[in-house]
């Protein structure tokens, strides 16, 4: 962990967008691997396709993973990362990913993103600022909007797996932007615009609100990320 590149985001956080109070907000840690599925906020998962170590700190909003694949078509998938246990639409959140590494010889993928679920629609739902080894553009496209200075594609696509209700069919819905942002900068992601996008395409949120967080994910792939997260007013 590079404590002096923390540090530093830290320090443009407070000047970009004054008191860090909202840390304090950060009530949620992500720790998931299709192997293991829910992990400890800090310390490292095994399992028979892969290992995960995540290291977080909700008080000052900072999250470090690292992990490796153990075998090619596995379906091995990991997701980390740190937010809010109940979600909302008109959630500001600003984040500083910082890294974001792929290593693996394998054809899968790793991204930055926004991430939560809702319920009465089961829905999984993704803003994707960044990705690496390709862009997941898959689903049906619904169409483009603007947002935080940037244009996302939208794509929808039914899913039968794991879930937050167990295992079985979902949705998702997924903004990916253009052109991935640049790293160890600060970013703002203003979700109600997802939000309401979704919603003028045909497939509104559902109504029950789950977790909410900023996330890397890796899909049978080997790297590493690194991000602080903060909510905005």
Do not use: C
């Not at 959630?91 to 054809?107: A, C, M, P, Q, W």
Request: glycine share 12%; aromatic share 14%; net charge neutral.
């Amino acid at each position: 962990m590079n404590m002096k590149k923390i540090g530093i985001g830290f320090l443009f956080s407070i000047l970009m967008y004054g008191s860090m109070t909202a840390f304090a907000s950060l009530d949620y840690h992500q720790n998931w691997t299709s192997d293991n599925l829910n992990g400890p906020a800090n310390g490292t998962s095994n399992g028979a396709d892969g290992t995960v170590t995540f290291r977080s700190n909700l008080s000052t909003g900072n999250f470090d993973v690292t992990w490796r694949t153990t075998r090619a078509n596995s379906g091995f998938n990991n997701l980390q990362g740190l937010g809010w246990a109940t979600g909302r639409a008109n959630r500001r959140i600003g984040y500083n990913l910082g890294v974001l590494e792929h290593t693996s010889g394998f054809t899968g993928m790793t991204i930055g993103a926004f991430y939560g679920w809702t319920r009465d629609s089961l829905i999984e739902y993704y803003v994707i600022d960044n990705w690496l080894n390709y862009r997941p553009a898959s689903g049906t496209r619904l169409g483009t909007f603007t947002s935080d200075d940037g244009t996302y594609e939208v794509f929808r696509e039914s899913q039968n797996g794991h879930n937050i209700n167990g295992m079985g069919p979902f949705i998702q819905l997924k903004s990916i932007r253009t052109t991935p942002r640049p790293l160890g900068q600060n970013n703002v992601i203003t979700f109600q615009n997802h939000a309401d996008a979704w919603a003028r395409f045909g497939q509104p949120l559902g109504n029950n609100w789950s977790y909410q967080a900023y996330i890397v994910e890796g899909w049978e792939s080997t790297g590493s990320g690194n991000a602080t997260v903060w909510e905005l007013p």
